[in-house]
């Protein structure tokens, strides 16, 4: 029959409606301050007795907790405003010592049925809600430091190449590296090799106590730019890491010469953020020493798992993280987690040069982690938080070459898959040039006042009414008809952005109204057809089906090439290019799903199966 | 809009006028940016930080007033941890004095504050933004190309590719010559008036599509005159809807979203405007006719008797 949908079309429909409702429902409940535990590796968990021991700090302290869940690797403990907030992160801290991270959190108040249905609100973005504001400083001393030490390594490798005996080579002191000879005469040799190929180092030739240096020193301007890469560098890392962590709406910029900011919209994963922005785990690839080896050209570093077990590798690297092209977490085939690394060509060639002639030699790999410890330090008779800043070094594999490594190995001897993941999302997020330690965390309020809030969010919802308005007294009926799936629509847009738990921003909000006009082009295209198709002399019945099956071809045309240009841009974009792209393809599809099924399934229900003598589509139409 | 179809409006009559104002908005445009350049926001040049901390919590709808009194135009006012600490954020950069200038101002209302920080923050927005999302726009242009190459005809890929490149570049050219701040804000309108525009672009040129194999009589010009007569009503309530939304927008939603409307509202209507007069227009000039948009062979002259069937499946809907 024409104009009648099938009981299970309609059905459908009804069904995407009512769970888009219901998705879209967590949306109305406000969210809570919180702090957030979580193990500050990520192979620690959080237990009900470490749960425990905070809320109870927490309430010698006389902060109310809301209430207290542990969820899968981490604790949440909700607070009833943003002051008991920032005094319960210390107090909680202090309480439970250095193997956990306590963060700032928002969470969200999803009641529990929703919650259990996977249902959860979007996030409101930075400027509408504020979020947590990390500042993190980067380790300028250790970045020059590294870049001396590789010079040092090279330096005497060259050397060594050019049969050249020398003694020393080391840095000294801050900025300077000291090479001490036997003779002038190697001097004058070594020296026109380090001019021709270390131009930016300033040189200076010193005899002392019979022994003639060669002093090479960092110059200023040359500094200066170490701490500019780094910096640069880790921003770019930073941002990656971000991104990877799927953080929508982040924050990421430069605070002098030497600091980044980051700011997360609230109800994030922060604890999680933090571990891994702070983490600065790298990787160094080294042989174990031959047990001839002189001891200056040796260390000994513990085991990560066992400390009490050691073993002595050389103190030359031969790659690092730092040459990791991609690097994806595993399973050996005993079930172990493992990372796979592709090494970039030059790591690959470093990789292939060392192992050739070692086969049957022992190979370490070493995880290198930087992280910062909270103390609490009485100073002045104040509790003050103090940063104390550590490195750790320690063996995760130690593994006998077989045969030459090429680009392509495998990392094992890793606790768990969440530390496997971690460190391979580390390493493929780019290496930190140097070091970062946190020097502050805060909570930030919105960056738009409340007046441009309220403003915002009036000419929104102003807007829309707007548009029902105008389509109710241009199409009388089928306007109304339009209205309801557009209504639909919206919900339906709100469901999918919270199933993504998108973050919402004000450009954001007024982009979804915005998808909303468009969407109605669907409509008007369908009536204008409907009228067309009336005009030339078509039966009411028949020029609805007309209408809607011809302006089909062009409402398919239209919205896919959007839709194209939508996931190109989401593929290829970074940061807020990407948020745009999705709230546009979700928007594409619910508009053309509303535009085209739910209003046919409305005019199918109002006029289909019966005789219709005049349709309500306004205009001069209606005394056809 | 229900007129007679013999009647229809002579579109094409413009066209040679259009094609002038046109070429010449889109090279003012390209001047434009050549010589005053777009005036970046916060968001992409960064700025200075200044921390503050009051004696008793401020209002900070005070402070913003304050400082858009002394003459600040682009700031950010926040709580930072406390109700009694303030960070102001601003776009001015490399004036060393700046921090003790706004404590200045802000303690001229009466206020007790100290100077806790300032200092220069950076871009928000990293370098891969402005590269990989050049690089998106190319390749999502390309893909239009081809994509509307393949299901209408390639002049029609053309004619769908070059009103999106016009509006783009007239909009930057809006903001170029009025100095209009230019931030994230505004690089997400232009994203929604890229999908607008070709949304609208594509709607002409599928009836011009449909017309062409309609009607077995009648020269091109009237063909895209008539289709542009058809969908006219359309084109109307479509960009009327979207414009009432977003002068809502403009004239309610405050200064945070003025911009982003102010983009939108130009590309709506230069979008409008390019999907006749640049896309039909590019269409007469490249001469397109019945001959390239005939369907296929195998499907049969029957076929192209008629207007193009929907899918089958379409008619159990």
Known sequence: MLNKYPLWKNLIILIAIVVGFVYALPNLFPDDYAVQITGARSSTEVDPAVLDRAVKALESEGIEVKSSMLEDRDALIRLTSSDDQLRARPAVQAALGRDYLVALNMAASTPSWLRSLGAGPMKLGLDLRGGVHFLLEVDMETAVGQRLDAVSGQIKQELRDERIRYRGG??????????????????????????????????????????????????????????????????????????????????????????????????????????????????????????????????????????????????????????????????????????????????????????????????????????????????????????????????????????????????????????????????????????????????????????????????????????????????????????????????????????????????????????????????????????????????????????????????????????????????????????????????????????????????????????????????????? | MSDDQKQSFDFMGFRKLASVISIILVVASIALLGIRGLNFGMDFTGGTSVELEYAQAPQLGQVRSSLAAAGYDEFVVQNFGADTLVLVRLAESGNDKLAQEITRVLEANGNELKLISSEFVGSQVGDELKEDSGLALLLALLVVLIYVGMRFQFKFGIASVVPLAHDVIIILGFFALFQWTFDLTVLAALLAVIGYSLNDTIVVADRIRENFRKMRVGEPWDIINDSIHQTIARTINTSGTTLVVLLALYFLGGEAINNFALALIIGVVVGTYSSIYVSANLLMVMGVTREDLMIPAKEGIAGSEEDEQPPEWLNRM
């Open chain 1, 170 to 624: 080391d840095v000294d002191g801050k900025r300077n590296i000291v090479v001490s000879f036997r003779d002038e005469a190697s001097r004058a040799e070594a020296f026109s090799l380090i001019k021709r190929q270390y131009n930016e180092f300033l040189l200076d030739q010193e005899t002392n106590g019979g022994e003639f240096q060669i002093i090479l020193t960092l110059s200023e301007s040359e500094v200066n730019a170490i701490r500019k890469y780094a910096l640069e560098q880790n921003l770019t890392t930073i941002r990656n890491r971000v991104n990877e962590l799927g953080v929508a709406e982040p924050l990421v910029q430069q605070q002098g010469a030497d600091r980044i900011i980051v700011e997360l919209p609230g109800v994030q994963d922060t604890a999680q953020a933090k571990r891994v922005l702070g983490a600065t785990a790298n990787l160094e690839f080294r042989m174990e020493a031959r047990s001839d080896a002189p001891s200056s050209e040796t260390e000994k570093f513990g085991f990560r798992d066992e400390p009490q077990r050691t073993a002595r590798l050389e103190r030359e690297l031969i790659a690092t993280g730092n040459n990791v092209a991609n690097a994806q977490q595993a399973f050996d085939e005993n079930g172990q987690p493992q990372v796979s690394i592709t090494m970039d060509s030059v790591g690959g060639d470093l990789m292939n040069r060392a192992t050739r002639n070692a086969i049957g030699r022992r190979m370490a790999v070493l995880f290198i982690e930087f992280r910062t410890e909270t103390e609490t330090k009485m100073v002045n008779g104040k509790p003050k938080e103090v940063e104390k800043r550590i490195v750790d070094k320690g063996i995760i594999s130690l593994a006998t070459v077989q045969s030459a490594l090429g680009s392509s190995f495998r990392i094992t001897g890793l606790d768990s898959i969440p530390e496997a993941s971690e460190l391979a999302l580390l390493l493929r997020a780019g290496a930190l040039a140097a070091p970062m330690y946190f020097v502050q965390e805060r909570t930030i309020g919105p960056s738009l006042g409340q007046k441009n809030i309220d403003a915002g969010m009036l000419s929104v919802g102003l807007g829309f009414i707007l548009v029902l308005l105008y389509m109710l007294l241009y199409y009388r009926g089928f306007g109304l008809v339009a209205n309801v799936a557009l209504t639909i629509n919206l919900i339906l847009l709100i469901a999918c952005m919270s199933i993504l738990s998108a973050t919402l921003t004000l450009p954001g909000i007024a982009g979804i109204v915005l998808t909303v006009g468009m969407a109605v082009d669907a409509n008007v295209l369908i009536f204008e057809r409907i009228k067309e198709e009336l005009k030339s002399g078509a039966s009411p019945q028949l020029a609805i089906n007309a209408g809607y099956s011809r302006a089909f071809v062009s409402i398919v045309d239209a919205n896919i090439t959007t839709l194209l240009v939508a996931i190109i841009l989401f593929a290829m974009g970074s940061g807020p290019v990407k948020g745009f792209a999705i709230t546009l393809c979700i928007g594409i599809l619910t508009s053309m799903f509303s535009g085209l099924m739910v209003s046919r399934s409305i005019v199918n229900m109002v006029y289909g199966g019966r005789k219709v003598e005049k349709l309500s589509i306004g205009g001069k139409l209606a005394n056809v």
